[in-house]
């Protein structure tokens, strides 16, 4: 799992039928300071987040196909929880 922070959104007129329904945000990994750590990724958002939160992210592809209930899914990250505090 990956702590992340959304910064931004994905617009997307044309996608696969699997992605319908989801927005796809842009995640930038931080530590448990919430400072940047590595490269931004692109996510599949479940559970509502917004540009700001702090997020949990699965970077795992079986999991993300999972949770989406397809097991042919092209789908690697996803966010799985909004972070309320970081103690």
Not at 24 to 42: A, D, F, M, R, T
């Amino acid at each position: 799992m990956i702590l992340g922070k959304v910064i931004g959104n994905v617009v997307s007129t044309i996608k696969l039928p699997v992605y319908q329904g989801y927005k796809i945000l842009i995640v930038q990994p931080v530590n448990n300071k919430e400072e940047p750590q590595g490269e931004s990724v692109l996510a599949l958002d479940t559970v509502q987040a917004g540009v700001g939160d702090t997020v949990l992210v699965i970077d795992e592809g079986n999991s993300s196909r999972l949770i989406m209930n397809n097991s042919t899914a092209p789908v690697r990250t996803m966010i799985v929880g909004i972070v309320d505090a970081i103690e």
